[in-house]
């Protein structure tokens, strides 16, 4: 795509970067509400069966990944258009979901103006190495790798990772105005855990709290995770990344049944959101749709999502992801070829 044809595609989204405060606050109440009268529903449930508790638990985890998206779009001020309002709701949706807005925010800023450049990597994304780092790094550096990429410990135990450590601690170059927010959301979810503790007891906070909590964390990861890591995604070196390139192939549209399409805030439409990240949720689909040269993005769905499990390694030379086999496999290929390209040479020598 000419550099013409990108800037006349980023043009031609920008009408969608509106907010609109009647369908924002329409969203509050269809999404924040909601999730607090399944909170308490599930508690309740609690005298009848602990399965029943469960099962309205994993409706309300939906409903907090859709209080995320909120969350989402207050830090890139698209939710209202009015920035106070954008920071007060973002701090509270911020305590429902247990993320630092302030914290959060200027993260995931750096994750849009650096996202698949692979000299930019370590802010606001998984951590990616590429085959020939891997190859480059020590036996322990891989170890933590392989740790790190493992389904279990990403998706079993990111989410404790995430709430308990991640977004409680502040980095070390933060701003006082995002230490401070960061300290009171964590104050306010210190107030929250103890009143329900102390009103409702623990049962409510192991059976219910919990797992509502942990199921939207992986939830989160696994939509964050699979929108940037599918096969033919884009990843290059400074000196040739493009931010068009890098927004619209190398975040997926991820197509979803319009009821999970609901639930995740339309953030299948992730091209159109890295592209044009001030188009809140409600215009995403609307974007796509009306944006031709948007449809060529790659699509993905619930089945071939799961694919990405498999990926471990970007390799640069085919522009792809690789496995911890398939890239085991290239080496051991090059070194038959090198063996007997080095017998081929001997040969011709005798």
Sequence with gaps: MSKQKQAQLRKD???????????????IFNTIIPFFLLWFLAY??????????????????GFMVRT????????????????KLNRILG????????????????????????????????????WIMTVEEYKQASKFERLQYRLYRHPLV??????????????????KDARKKERLNT???NILLLIAYTVIALTLGWKAILLVQLPIAYIAGVLGIWLFYVQHQFEDSYFENESEWDYVKAAVDGSSYYKL?????????????????????????????????????????TTITLKTSLESIRFRLYDEDQKTFVSFK????MVKDKGKRTIQTGKASQTLRS
């Design 326 to 329: 398939e890239m085991g496999k």
């Design 68 to 83: 995320f998206i909120i969350f989402h779009d207050c830090a890139h001020q698209s939710f209202f258009k009015n920035k």
């Design 44 to 61: 309740q449930s609690l005298s009848v069966s602990i399965f029943l508790s469960l099962g309205i638990s994993i409706i309300a985890a």
């Design 183 to 185: 300290y009171l959301i």
């Design 257 to 297: 049944p319009k009821w999970l399409e609901w639930l995740t805030g339309n953030i299948g439409y992730h091209h159109v959101h890295h592209l044009a990240p001030r188009v809140p949720n409600y215009n995403l689909e609307k974007a796509h749709q009306e944006t031709p040269p948007l449809h060529k993005a």
């Design 13 to 27: 989204v920008m009408p969608y970067a509106t907010s609109q405060t009647k369908k924002s606050v329409i969203q």
């Design 91 to 126: 701090t509270i949706t911020g305590v429902i979901t247990h993320f630092a807005f302030e914290k959060w925010k200027r993260e995931h800023s750096i994750h849009h103006a650096t996202s698949g450049n692979l000299d930019q990597r370590g802010t606001g994304d998984i």
């Design 154 to 171: 990403m998706f079993g135990l990111g989410p404790f990772l995430l709430f308990l450590y991640e977004n409680r601690v502040n980095r």
